[in-house]
C-alpha cells in the first residue's frame, strides 16, 4: 500500500524555528511507522517563495528578492538533514516544474465557471498572506491589520460550502483530531462563505494570471498546488488518494476549507486526511521573531538532547492536537525518566549480565517457559495492536507512551525474576539463561515500537544486541532462542541541567 505525505511548505520568509521543526518532525514519525508496517511512502516538503511578505522581508534585508529565498530555502534543506529527516522531494514555489502544474490549475478552474473579476476592499495580514472581515489586529501574529482595497480575481468558494460540509461529516478521518473537525464544520454550517479573493495587484512577486499578467496568484493558491506538483506524473494516480497533510492549526482553514473547495471545483480528488498539531509556544510564550525569549535554536537544541530527544518530546509531551508549551526543565526530566533511565538502563542491564555470566552469547535449544514469561511476551504483542491502533487515530502520543510502557513491563519483569541473585546458584544457570532469552525477545519487540519515534536509540540498541535485518511490526511478541550482545556506548545519556 501507498502512503503519501506532506509537511506544510513553508514560509521562506526568514530562518526556520522549533515550530517548523515540530510538524515535520511529527510527518517524519509517521513516515517510519508506515514504512514499518509495510507501506511505499513518499514524504514530501518545501519552501513557500511568493508573496507581499517575502518582497518585503528582501527589502529590508536589503537583498536581492532571488537571493534571500535561494538562502532561505538552503536553511530548511540543511534543516532537515541535520534532523535526519528523508525527504522524497522538496518543493520550492518559485521552480518551474511547480509553476507548469500551477497554470493549468488555475485554468481548469477558471474554465468551470468559479473564477471571476471584481473588488477587494478590506482588512489584510501580511504576515500570514489572509483577509480578516473584522478586527484590529492578526489573532495569530498580533500585528495590526492592514486596509487593502484593490482588483482581484475572485474564487466561487461559497458554491461549495454545502459539498464541503457533506464530505466532513460522511469522512470521520478527514480532519484529527476530532476537536478540529467540529471546530470546521461549526464555521461551515454556523456562518456563510464568502468568495476568496485569489489574486493580488500590490505585489509582483508571485505567479502571473493565465490571460492576465497585471495579477500575480495569491500565494496560498500557489503553495497548495504544491502538494500536486510535488508527485511525479508517472506516481500521481497511486500516491495522491493516500495524501495526508501534516499541518499546524493556525492554517487549518486554509487546508480544511479552501483547498477542498479548489479541488472539488478541480475535479480532483481530496486528500485522504488533515492532521493537525496544536502551537508550540517556547516557556508559555508564543514563537515571535520580536521575542528572542521564544527563539530556540532547533540545531543548538539538537546538539543538547539529540533529535530523537526532541521527537520524543514533541509526540509524547502532550495528546496530539495540543499545544506544546517547550519548557526546558520538563523537557530535560521527561527525557532523563524516559530515555535515560526507563531505557538506557535496561540495555545496560541486560547487556551486563549476558555479558558478565554468559560471556555475551546464550543459545538454547529447547527452553522452557513459565507462565510469567508468556506474559511479558504478550504484554508486548498486545501493546503493539494497541500502539497501531493509535497511530490510526492521530494519537501518536498514545503510541509513545505504549512504547514507554513497554520498557517498564521488561523492568518490573528483570526486577521480579532477580536473575542477578538466580545465577549465584549454579543450579539455577538454566532459568537465568531462559529469563534472558524472553528479555532479549522483548526488547526485539521494544525496537520496533520505539523506532518511529527514537530510530537512532533503536539502532544502538539493536548493535548492543547484535540484531540484523529490517525492523517488523509482525515479529513483536515473538521468542527466540538465541542472544548475541556486544557492549557499546550508552544509548541515551542522562541529561543535565
Known sequence: MNKYLTTPIYYASGTPHLGHAYTTLVADCYRRYYRLTDHDVKLISGTDEHGQKIERAALAEGTDTTEFIEARSDEFQALWRTLGIDLDAFVRTTDSRHVARVLPFWQNIADKGDIYLGQYEGLYCVECEQYFTTGEECPVHRRPLETFSEESYFFRLSRYQSRLI?????????????????????????????????????????????????????????????????????????????????????????????????????????????????????????????????????????????????????????????????????????????????????????????????????????????????????????????????????????????????????????????????????????????????????????????????PDIIEKVRTSLCLQGDLCWSSVGAFGSQIRTRKTQSVYPRLSS
Request: hydrophobic share 45%; proline share 5%; charged share 20%.
Open 166 to 454: 457533506e464530505h466532513i461529516e460522511s469522512h470521520d478521518d478527514f480532519i484529527l483530531p476530532r476537536e478540529r473537525r467540529n471546530e470546521v464544520l461549526s464555521l461551515l454550517k454556523n456562518s456563510e462563505l464568502r468568495d476568496l479573493s485569489i489574486s493580488r495587484t500590490s505585489t509582483r512577486w508571485g505567479i502571473p494570471v493565465p490571460r492576465d499578467n497585471r495579477h500575480v496568484m495569491y500565494v496560498w493558491i500557489d503553495a497548495l498546488v504544491s502538494y500536486l506538483s510535488a508527485l511525479a506524473t508517472e506516481d500521481f494516480n497511486a500516491f495522491w488518494p493516500s495524501a495526508t497533510h501534516f499541518i499546524g492549526k493556525d492554517i487549518l482553514i486554509f487546508h480544511a476549507v479552501y483547498w477542498p473547495a479548489l479541488l472539488l471545483s478541480a475535479e480532483i480528488p481530496l486528500p485522504l486526511s488533515l492532521k493537525v498539531n496544536g502551537w508550540l509556544t517556547i516557556e508559555g510564550k508564543k514563537i515571535a521573531k520580536s521575542d528572542p525569549d521564544t527563539i530556540v535554536d532547533p540545531v543548538a537544541l539538537i546538539e543538547e538532547i539529540g533529535t530523537d530527544g526532541l521527537t520524543y518530546f514533541f509526540l509524547k509531551g502532550v495528546p496530539f492536537g495540543g499545544d506544546v508549551n517547550f519548557v526546558r526543565q520538563q523537557v530535560y526530566q521527561l527525557l532523563n525518566a524516559d530515555l535515560a533511565n526507563n531505557v538506557g538502563n535496561l540495555i545496560s542491564r541486560f547487556v551486563t549480565l549476558v555479558q558478565r555470566d554468559f560471556s555475551g552469547a546464550i543459545d538454547i535449544t529447547s527452553p522452557v517457559l513459565e507462565e510469567c514469561d508468556h506474559e511479558l511476551l504478550a504484554v508486548l504483542k498486545d501493546g503493539a495492536q494497541e500502539w497501531q491502533d493509535a497511530f490510526e487515530r492521530a494519537e501518536p502520543h498514545v503510541a509513545a507512551r505504549i512504547f514507554a510502557a513497554s520498557a517498564a513491563s521488561i523492568n518490573r519483569y528483570l526486577q521480579h525474576e532477580e536473575p542477578w541473585n538466580l545465577i549465584k546458584n549454579e543450579e539455577n544457570r538454566g532459568r537465568v539463561a531462559v529469563i534472558l532469552l524472553v528479555v532479549h525477545s522483548a526488547l526485539s519487540s521494544l525496537c520496533v515500537l520505539g523506532s518511529p519515534f527514537v
